[in-house]
């Protein structure tokens, strides 16, 4: 453990919150105690919780440089990289940490997550399973390899790994959210509603209950009773940017579309980087003619997420409306590069060559559109 007075000092700042009085301590720490490996870690901790991701790069790279093998740097440096969307750099760091120590849960985990965010889901599942094998009673390892067979459309899988892990944690209100949502996923709407009721009268005090039946409710087409859900969560975790995007949904779907735009704002200002909700925002400015701000903000969603199919399909659709067809034309050959049977992109491009009077590439897209 370090020494380094600094470095105490910079300790007490974080857990105050004081992250500007931290940074100056441990830039102190640093100057005075170059060989502190610590105080670099802690530096580049305050970095990432500032959002200064280039500057907890290079103290991190410093603090290699003094000491390759540090597992934690290696660790950090591989979180900075996913904050940063540089997955390729983030996987090259985790794979040095679990090269350091292949016990190491916390490495596996992350490996897995930055597999999982570039597509890799085979070895991300094999990460996990890693994970599982060190560390048979960490249920939040069960829990990322169970969405990921979800996400993959492996329902059974899912729920089985699910129960494995409520065996060790039954009562688990994370377990039990995804579980209900498996089972609404499989069209169980009484089993998942028994399950999101169950989380509500055992924790009334949390929004996750009443997030996850609104939801469902949601699903089942009844608008107002999601809003009840909804609202009620709001007013137990007013910070979750997923409820506030829920609810604008909802006011878009029901007219309110001033209601909408202010409650998309809301959350695009706790969650900036979203490529979905920042997708959500711009359609809803598009609808009411704040054109440039959409397109700002789609221009921000495939950039933050370049493989997200809809927001190139809508930024396609945005660009076609503004007569701007060979951007528009762009958009929407990557949205089908990304999705080969999104049929509302295929259609978006054959009018786009129509309007260039490109009909022969025209007829081609529709019949491609066929096709699929």
Request: proline fraction near 2%; charged fraction near 25%; aromatic fraction near 12%.
């Amino acid at each position: 453990m370090s020494k380094n007075q600094y470095y105490e000092e910079g300790i007490q700042a974080v857990r105050k919150g004081d992250l500007d009085q931290a940074e100056q301590c441990l830039q102190k720490a640093i100057r005075y105690f170059p060989e502190d490996i610590y105080a670099y870690n802690k530096l580049a901790f305050v970095y990432n919780e500032k959002g200064h991701f280039d500057a907890a790069v290079q103290v991190l790279q410093q603090a290699l440089k003094i000491r390759p093998n540090d597992l934690f740097s290696h660790y950090i440096l591989g979180n900075t990289y996913l904050d940063q969307g540089d997955f390729p750099k983030a996987i090259a760091e985790f794979k040095k940490a679990v090269a350091i120590d292949e016990k190491d849960v916390y490495s596996w985990n992350s490996l897995a997550l930055a597999y999982k965010l570039s597509g890799e889901f085979d070895l991300a599942l094999e990460s996990l399973d890693k994970a599982i094998f060190i560390d048979k009673d960490d249920i939040y390892n069960y829990n990322s390899k169970a969405i990921i067979l979800f996400q993959q459309g492996n329902l059974e899988d899912a729920k089985f790994v699910i129960e494995q892990a409520m065996e060790i944690e039954p009562d688990n209100h994370l377990l039990l959210v995804n579980l209900g949502e498996i089972y609404l996923r499989e069209g169980d709407v009484k089993t998942a509603k028994s399950i999101f009721g169950k989380l509500i009268a055992s924790a009334p005090e949390s929004s996750v209950g009443y997030y996850s039946m609104g939801n469902l409710e949601l699903e089942e087409d009844r608008l107002d009773q999601a809003l009840g859900y909804f609202r009620k969560a709001e007013q137990l975790d007013s910070k979750n940017w997923k409820i506030k995007a829920a609810m604008a949904s909802i006011m878009q779907e029901t007219g309110d579309s001033d209601i909408a735009l202010a409650m998309y704002e809301a959350a695009q200002i706790l969650e900036p980087n979203n490529a979905g909700l920042l997708t959500d925002l711009a359609l809803c400015q598009k609808r009411k003619g704040l054109i440039l701000k959409a397109w700002v903000h789609l221009k921000r969603a495939v950039e933050n997420e370049p493989k997200y199919a809809y927001a190139h399909y809508s930024l396609g659709r945005l660009l076609a409306e503004q007569e701007m067809y060979e951007d528009s034309e762009s958009s929407f050959l990557r949205a089908i590069e990304l999705d080969s049977e999104d049929i509302y992109a295929y259609n978006g491009l054959g009018d786009v060559y129509r309007l260039q009077d490109k009909y022969r590439e025209a007829i081609r897209g529709r019949f491609s559109c066929s096709l699929s």
